[in-house]
């Protein structure tokens, strides 16, 4: 999943929710799973026996509907000559318009994004689309763990998303000003203490880190010694140790100190989404701070600079709202092209005040990547899971882009 790009990601994921809400008037609707190495014709075989069964269903226009749908696949199928490396996913069937009687015939082709290991064959009044959304889920998890003397805090990194898991204090005095003996009983009562405190740190370690079983490694972080003392030492579980990709230091403690942590670890996890997303968003902030001319925001400036070629990547929010609209005054005739915030929008034509006819409408989100894809730019699509997201949505209307060349806007 890591070599796909945003865009193929957001496009798959898109198009999975999409199939989800998508439903056939009984049980009509066909999801086939081909897995990898199966031949075609073992597939194509077993697809003709269910037209067989299906010739058999009493109500006439689900067996209609259910025969179609076969051979429509079967029609598909034959135009490859063997199972693509990572399969094969189908989906086809007449899905409901909303208007009784007016179902219209659906196929999607695609090739799985990792290798798939199951056959299914289901013909439902939905698609199951279950497979696929646990291939493209976010599987790599790794843990953060802070600690110094005054205590530990965890948390889980997934994907783009870190979940602070728990805090904990240590108990263990600070410095203190007995002197003579006095001064010994209390340095060996505090290392006694460091030392408990230290073993229950590494309890917590365990009983958070080792739940998750697709944990690919732990960055441990800290502004002391501490760090050091507890990764050495017997504290932590070997399965967790096994696991240590980094001891860095950091200068909070707590949940700041796991924030900071996250920013130092970007060199080690720079393969990761979520930083890949921050230097994507940085670097265009670099650009603004400096007013380099090479970066610009705003859809209408955007847009302009996509149509000029000039757009080296563009940046979208998967937040971006609105819908991009083609449309005709029946009065004058005066054609407009403009983007607008809801479906529901009333539109009126400036010149004679009719209201307009909408020709065209589709999404801002999906016009901007086609207009990118025609003009070989890079689409980066941004999650608002990460502070970089946030302002990219809320401070420059979720369109951005880093400029080939600059431009007069």
Do not use: W
Not at 2 to 21: A, T
Not at 162 to 171: A, C, L, Q
Not at 262 to 291: C, G, M
Not at 292 to 298: D, K, V
């Amino acid at each position: 999943m890591s070599k796909r790009s945003s865009l193929e990601q957001y496009k798959l994921k898109r198009l999975l929710e999409e199939l989800k809400q998508k439903r056939g008037r009984g049980t009509e609707l066909i999801s086939l799973y081909i897995p990898a190495g199966r031949p075609i014709s073992d597939v194509l075989s077993t697809l003709r026996q269910e037209y067989s069964t299906a010739t058999n269903i009493k109500d006439r226009t689900t067996r209609h509907h259910v025969l179609e749908a076969l051979t429509s696949v079967i029609q598909r199928l034959k135009l490859f000559k063997q199972t693509p490396p990572n399969g094969l996913v189908i989906f086809c069937g007449y899905v409901s318009t909303g208007v009784p009687g007016a179902e219209k015939m659906e196929v999607h082709v695609l090739e799985p994004p990792e290798k798939l290991n199951v056959y299914l064959y289901r013909c439902d009044s939905r698609f199951h689309v279950e497979i696929l959304e646990e291939m493209i889920s976010e599987k790599d998890v790794y843990g953060l763990m802070v600690v110094d003397r005054g205590g530990a805090a965890y948390a889980l990194l997934k994907g783009k998303r870190i979940e602070v898991v728990k805090e904990i204090t240590s108990g263990v005095p600070g410095k203190h000003r007995a002197g003579g003996q006095s001064s010994r009983r209390f340095e060996r009562i505090i290392e006694q203490l460091a030392h408990e405190f230290l073993k229950r740190a590494g309890e917590y370690a365990k009983r958070i880190f080792l739940e998750e079983k697709n944990l690919k490694g732990i960055i441990i972080g800290g502004p002391g010694p501490t760090k050091y003392e507890f990764t050495e030492g017997d504290y932590l579980d070997y399965r967790l140790k096994e696991k240590i990709i980094a001891v860095l230091d950091v200068g909070n403690s707590g949940e700041e100190g796991i924030y900071e942590l996250a920013k130092r670890a970007e060199d080690v996890l720079k393969d990761l989404e979520f930083t890949k997303e921050k230097r994507i968003v940085q670097k265009f902030l670099y650009h603004i701070a400096r007013d380099t001319g090479l970066a610009t925001y705003g859809e209408e400036y955007v847009r302009k600079a996509l149509l000029m070629g000039a757009v080296d990547t563009l940046l979208i929010s998967e937040k971006l709202e609105g819908y991009r609209i083609k449309a005709k005054c029946p009065s004058c005739g005066t054609q407009y092209e403009k983007t607008i915030r809801n479906e529901t929008s009333e539109l009126i034509c400036p010149k004679c005040k009719s209201p307009l006819t909408i020709v065209f409408k589709g999404k801002t989100i999906d016009d901007l990547i086609d207009i990118a894809e025609k003009t070989g730019t890079r689409v980066e699509i941004i999650s608002v899971d990460t502070e970089e997201g946030e302002i990219l949505k809320n401070s420059f209307g979720g369109v951005a882009a880093i400029l080939r060349f600059k431009i007069s806007q």
